[in-house]
């Protein structure tokens, strides 16, 4: 395949020049986070460091880490960079109140998110002749929008769909030709069966798809290739640091290129914070040396992969990020929504159940499910089935309004979920990823 890019000169760039990009932007950005963010000014402060320790990449590491619990303390403005006045977006995670993140943008920050976004559609070989259909969720979710400034530039026809409604997805992708498709990975797996299960194979003209925002496996991937006749690329990306686009995959499809002139990535161990060399496995962390309204220095992602610089086929010189392998926290991703098993809890304590139970995530048809099993209590403890089932339908409406997506639960009664010796087993993960 003919290798196209978005920016050749930045995707190809000499490591000399992505190395001198980041020493003089990282050092920029230190000064303006020390002149207008107090938060982190004071991080800085508590580590006796100014701006005149940072003189490049090599002292990155002296700079202390942020965390969710940081974007928590600091919500919602804490973090800002700029004036509100110069910020003319916001985007958020799918969690909910005490986990949401919120991120800033201003309009320099959204073009430079869409360029990110723009790179990885011509890494799938998008051109200004192609039909971009976007499925990711569109709205405080950052899938939709950033697929869709991405596609613009790109100059591709880009069909803003969201999520949802099969049959009104499949009849625009058929009527108006789709030659992209962008959707989570778990979405595109649902919409290739329901093409196949309606024998619309021939009546598609899908050659390739960007999917990300949750893990999939390689197996997941072969089968959406073949039922779809695409190739699969993955994308990755966090609210934290703007969205999808932070790295993308091209045709070699082994890893993601990180956008090192907007990212400066490092491997940390996740116990010590200590930095590793490349080719280690640990915690991803993310320094934005461009963002203005919202820039994180050192932030953990929490995402397990590794780095590697092996030249790649694909002629782009920005380095590669394995697929992530897992998470350094407890949070689970269930149909592309970030689930924390404590925001479980607090519903069952908030309902008057007792912290027995038990999270059991699956995926069923490449579609993920959710179920919590949880004790009822010797004062709550029924036999009848109608009174369990008003109960049940209780609970799953108080976790749909927690998390957003629906749980199924099932009561049982008091004591008969295993009491483990060390720590309990909250989470049963049977997903292969
Ligand atoms: O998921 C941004 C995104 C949208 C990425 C569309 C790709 C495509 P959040 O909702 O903030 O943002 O969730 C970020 O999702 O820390 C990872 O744990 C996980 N994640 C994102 N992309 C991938 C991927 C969006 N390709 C969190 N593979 C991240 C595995 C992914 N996990």
Known sequence: MKQRYYQPEIECASREQILAWQNERLVKQVHHVWENVPYYRKKMEEKGLTPADIKGVEDLHKLPFLTKDDLRDAYPYGLLGMPLKDCVRIQSTSGTTGRRVVAFYTQKDIDLWEDCCARAIVAAGGTEQDVCHVCYGYGLFTGGPGLNGGSHKVGCLTLPMSSGNTDRQLQFMIDLEATILCCTPSYAAYLAESIHERGLRDKIKLKAGIFGAEAWSEEMRRDIEQKLGIKAYDIYGLTETSGPGVSFECSEQTGMHINEDHFIAEIIDPNTGEVLPEGSKGELVFTSITK???????????????????????????????????????????????????????????????????????????????????????????????????????????????????????????????RSEGKAVRVIDKRKI
Do not use: W
Not at 368 to 383: G, Q, R, W, Y
Not at 400 to 407: D, Q, R, S, T, V
């Open 292 to 418: 203005e309204a919202f820039p994180l220095l050192r932030y953990r992602t929490r995402d397990i992969c590794v780095l590697s610089r092996k030249p790649c086929s694909c002629g782009r010189t920005h380095i590669k990020m394995s697929k992530p392998m897992g998470r350094s926290d407890d949070m689970l991703i269930v149909k592309g929504v970030n689930v924390f098993p404590s925001q479980i809890e607090t519903v069952l304590l908030e309902q008057g159940y007792p912290a027995n139970y038990q999270i059991i995530v699956d995926r069923v048809n490449n579609s993920d499910t959710l179920e919590v099993m949880v004790e009822m209590t010797p004062e709550n403890f029924s036999d009848s089935l109608a009174h369990i089932t008003e109960m049940e339908k209780g609970l799953v409406s108080a976790l749909k309004a927690m998390l957003g997506i629906y749980a199924k639960v099932k009561l049982v009664a008091p004591k008969s979920i295993t």
